[in-house]
């Protein structure tokens, strides 16, 4: 099968490598051009143009995709159908109506339409969540459902394990959908009206962990947040902490209050307490909450 394949973030990273991995070998890669990254800011090519040149795939990295050169490098292949997963810009006509383009989406559409449904899911303590493969349109993650395929999220599940998880049935899915293409029998249906929800993306004080919360809720924002984009706790003296582990204590701590008890720090929430095991300190690095504690000395 012929297709192209568009994408720049991790998980269609992710995606685009398992699907090489079961024979699915696009005839292109589109992503974005390089960007500054990392304290340096040195420009690095984003993951799956990483990928793609790690697989010797045929890449492109335009400033406008909808350029004449990249139609005319699309046309060259003559693929079924373009496959899109997570590029982060707009696809406006005529490559939005020239050839089907199957966008994989990571959860049940309509809820969590946008940038972060995966996040969001942890989030809000749903307890499944998936994957769609929709047609392209103009509205944000609103095209019609050509399939879906439901996983349930585990307790345990922080943003890696699931985001691990969805990749492995997207790429069935849209490996699925791009034979369907391929043999002409590709076919939609209209997403439902009710049950839209819209994954916004995350403001920086989005990832503090807010003692007016549960407990519950506060370990669902921790596990979202893991390990890509992390949660942050500000002490009492405006140090702020990266939160990378914690867990329900038994200790009664008063909701907003940080208790460091012997080699255990206890942060106090609505209803709980939660227990920090692992951080990272301003400016440090990464150790367990009790390392921590014997640095500070008080």
Known sequence: MSYVYIG?????AAVLRSLVGAGRQPALVISRP??????????????????????DL????????????????????DPVAL???????????????????????????????????????IMEGDTETGV??????????????ASQA??????????ESLSA???DVGAQLL?????????????????????????????????????????????RKLRALTPHIGARLRLNDEEVLGIKAASLAEQAVTPGEIRLEGSLALVGFADGTVQIDRLVPPGGKEMSASDWLRGRGN
Do not use: M
């Open 8 to 12: 720049t973030d991790e998980f269609a």
């Open 165 to 167: 998880r969805l990749v």
């Open 175 to 219: 490996a699925t959908e791009l034979a369907n293409a391929e043999a002409g029998e590709l076919a939609f249906t209209p997403q439902a009206g009710e049950g839209v929800t819209y994954a916004e993306r995350f403001a920086a004080e989005d990832r503090f962990l807010d003692p007016k919360d549960s407990a519950a809720t506060a370990l």
């Open 83 to 121: 496959a899109l997963c997570a590029y982060g810009a707009i696809i406006r006509d005529p490559l939005l109506t020239k050839r089907p383009i199957l966008n994989l989406h990571p959860s049940l559409l309509p809820r969590w339409r946008g940038a972060t449904p995966i996040e969001r899911a």
């Open 58 to 77: 045929p890449t492109i990295q335009p400033e406008d995709i909808a350029s004449a050169e990249v139609d005319e490098a699309i046309d060259a292949v």
């Open 34 to 55: 390089d960007a500054p990254k990392g304290r340096g800011r040195k420009l690095s090519p984003p993951p799956v143009a990483e990928v793609s040149f790690e697989l």
């Open 132 to 145: 769609s493969i929709i047609q392209l349109v103009d509205e944000l993650d609103a095209g019609p459902v």
């Open 150 to 159: 439901g996983i349930p999220i585990l307790p345990s599940d922080n943003f």
